[in-house]
């Protein structure tokens, strides 16, 4: 593999994981199926490259959006997400999705058409990924898993959803594993992991109580640590 080439699926993977962590800042603590505005910075690792970006929710009418802006050496990324609450259920309306890693651009824009009940893609996609999908009640995108999976756990529900994203359809399951201590601010504190397995990788949630995000984000893959996503402020 080309050095360009390797540096271009770091980046890649360095974006998914990021994109997992802003869902998850998307959930608070009180009430729990409340969702509030807020802004978030954060910082993260994948061997050796360092990314910063800011995310933020905020009330558009009677639906939600929040976007994440991250910026890297070697990558500028920016999504954003429009959704609704409807009687408890989170939907997706729409979704943006624009990256430069190196000189390569990419742009994606989803729409999700519950009146007609149909999910497509528009952009850089490859015809057969641009639908339409069935849509079914309780589909989510891939953000709004995250965020469900937190207000399930929350709850002691359980956590397995039907994920419609970039054209595909994907069965996800999630766990509670245990708690752990962890050090926030210097401070040691019991959270609660939550733990997502695919294959090969496994992404695990530190939840702090009375802490409205989680403290920590872990991807793991083959058994070792890949990415570490830690929240440094949110307002």
Do not use: C
């Amino acid at each position: 593999m080309s050095h360009t080439t390797d540096r271009t699926v770091k980046v890649r993977t360095f974006k998914t994981a990021l994109a997992v962590l802003a869902a998850a800042l998307a959930v608070v603590s009180a009430p729990a199926l409340a969702v509030k505005p807020f802004s978030a910075d954060y910082s993260a690792s994948y061997m050796g490259m360092q990314g910063n970006g800011r995310m933020t929710v905020a009330a558009e009418g009677n639906r939600w959006k929040y976007s994440l802006s991250i910026t890297s050496p070697l990558a500028d990324l920016q999504q954003s997400t429009v959704f609704e609450d409807s009687n408890g259920q989170l939907r997706p309306v729409s979704g943006s999705d624009s990256s430069k890693v190196l000189t390569k651009k990419k742009s994606v824009n989803a729409a999700y058409d519950w009146s007609r009940s149909v999910a497509t893609w528009t952009g850089d996609i490859k015809p057969e990924r641009a639908g339409p999908i069935k849509l079914q009640s309780g589909d989510l995108d891939a953000l709004l898993v995250n965020l469900a999976l937190v207000r399930d756990a929350n709850a002691g529900k359980p956590m397995s959803y039907r994920m419609v994203e970039d054209g595909r359809v994907k069965q996800l399951s999630y766990t509670v594993v245990g708690k752990e201590a962890i050090t926030v601010g210097g401070k040691s504190q019991q959270a609660t992991k939550v733990s997502s397995k695919n294959g090969d990788k496994e992404t695990i949630a530190w939840v702090v109580p009375g802490m409205p995000v989680p403290a920590r984000i872990l991807q793991r893959e083959n058994g070792s640590d890949a990415i570490d996503l830690r929240v440094q402020a949110v307002r």
